[in-house]
Nanobody
Framework: QVQLVESGGGSVQAGGTLRLSCAAS????????MAWFRQTLDKEREGVAA????????FYADSIKGRFTISLDKATNTLYLQMNSLKPEDTAMYYC????????????????WGQGTQVTVSS
């Protein structure tokens, strides 16, 4: 089991940037998906981006493609989400997750979750 701790959320204006971090412990090993999900009170948890730990290949939801970049630093066991050109509709609680083997956008496939970090984008 992996423990995940997110940081980096905050409040920004539309067009701004944020960088989310997810510290994993004890370490990242093997090949599975680590991902960022987001959720608002009126929507189901949405897969935003994922990276396959074995080869580093990224995957993105269409809604954020071209604006967000996911990356994984195995040396520090940290997952990142660089968010550029933020929009008010990006406002949500963002969660780091780990452990899915297939179907990266399916929240049910993940075994480990962080507590979340809030991102608020004002217009």
């Amino acid at each position: 089991q992996v423990q995940l701790v997110e940081s980096g959320g905050g409040s920004v204006q539309a067009g701004g940037t944020l960088r989310l971090s997810c510290a994993a412990s004890p370490y990242i090993s093997g090949s599975y998906f680590m991902a960022w999900f987001r959720q608002t009170l009126d929507k189901e948890r949405e897969g935003v981006a994922a990276v396959r730990t074995g080869d580093g290949r990224p995957f993105y939801a269409d809604s954020i493609k071209g604006r967000f970049t996911i990356s994984l630093d195995k040396a520090t066991n940290t997952l990142y989400l660089q968010m550029n050109s933020l929009k008010p509709e990006d406002t949500a609680m963002y969660y780091c997750s780990s452990g899915a083997r297939v179907w990266w956008q399916s929240a049910d496939r993940y075994t480990d979750w962080g507590q979340g970090t809030q991102v608020t984008v004002s217009s």
